[in-house]
């Protein structure tokens, strides 16, 4: 299994930011795939999910009405459009799957910087 985060950067507070996860190892459109971030200081939160046909999502209070996730079965690959940025959003961000049998799986992260 490898997952490969990409997109992340420096955003001024109120701009926009498009992460992509390339998913590999596994057969991607059977699984919920999971976004997390997680901030200095702080544990890893779960900032969204998206089941395996992508027709239903979930999202954590904190970025609900700001972010969507999408996914892209035919390119095995998952975003998170997040709009609307604020420097509490910061974190570093991690796409994730968990696996029946096989365990968590997480990718290297990409670094989600809001700041002026």
């Known amino acids: 299994v490898q997952l490969v985060e990409s997109g992340g950067g420096l955003v001024q507070p109120g701009g926009s930011l498009r992460l992509s996860c390339a998913a590999s190892?596994?057969?991607?459109?059977?699984?919920?795939m999971n976004w997390y971030r997680q901030a200095p200081g702080k544990e890893r939160e779960l900032v969204a999910a998206i089941s395996p046909g992508g027709s239903s999502t979930n999202y954590a209070d904190s970025v609900k009405g700001r972010s969507t996730v999408s996914r892209d079965n035919t390119k095995n690959t998952v975003y998170l459009q997040m709009n609307s940025l604020k420097p509490e959003d910061t974190a570093v961000y991690y796409c994730?799957?968990?696996?029946?049998?096989?365990?968590?799986?997480w990718g290297q992260g990409t670094q989600v910087t809001v700041s002026s």
């Open positions: 994730n799957v968990v696996i029946a049998g096989g365990g968590f799986y």
């Open positions: 190892g596994f057969t991607f459109s059977s699984y919920v």
